[in-house]
């Protein structure tokens, strides 16, 4: 059973950084794509950021750009999502996702909800102005 567990998440003041972890377990993991998504109060999912495990491919979100970044620590079995230069809208609860769709990806294909199957929990990013 494929098991994503967060962490990371907190209260920071604009500007700052915060570093997200999710654990992963249960499966074979570099025949996954790895998603992060959040979700603020009142609005839906909306996608942040994936990476392909298995290489260097990544997409990311227009309004994140140039301040996420999604990596992976193999021998933590972990997925990352730094973040920096933090804005107040950037506040949600940030979660993992996990799906097997590997091949022909495109932003499109990774950003939407319907196509990951396994999820986190989330863990709540709060950011003041």
């Known amino acids: 059973q494929v098991q994503l567990v967060e962490s990371g998440g907190g209260l920071v003041q604009a500007g700052g950084s915060l570093r997200l972890s999710c654990a992963a377990s249960?499966?074979?993991?570099?025949?996954?794509?790895m998603g992060w998504f959040r979700q603020a109060p009142g609005k839906e999912r909306e996608f942040v950021a994936a990476?392909?495990?298995?290489?260097?491919?990544?997409f990311y979100a227009d309004s994140v750009k140039g301040r996420f970044t999604i990596s992976r620590d193999n021998a933590k079995n972990t997925v990352i999502l730094q973040m920096n230069n933090l804005k107040p809208e950037d506040t949600a609860v940030y979660l993992c996702a996990a799906t097997v769709l590997v091949g022909l990806l495109t932003t499109e294909v990774v950003s939407q909800t319907a196509n990951y199957h396994y999820w986190g929990q989330g863990t709540q990013v709060t950011v003041s102005s």
């Open positions: 249960g499966g074979t993991f570099t025949s996954y794509t």
């Open positions: 990476k392909r495990w298995s290489d260097s491919k990544t």
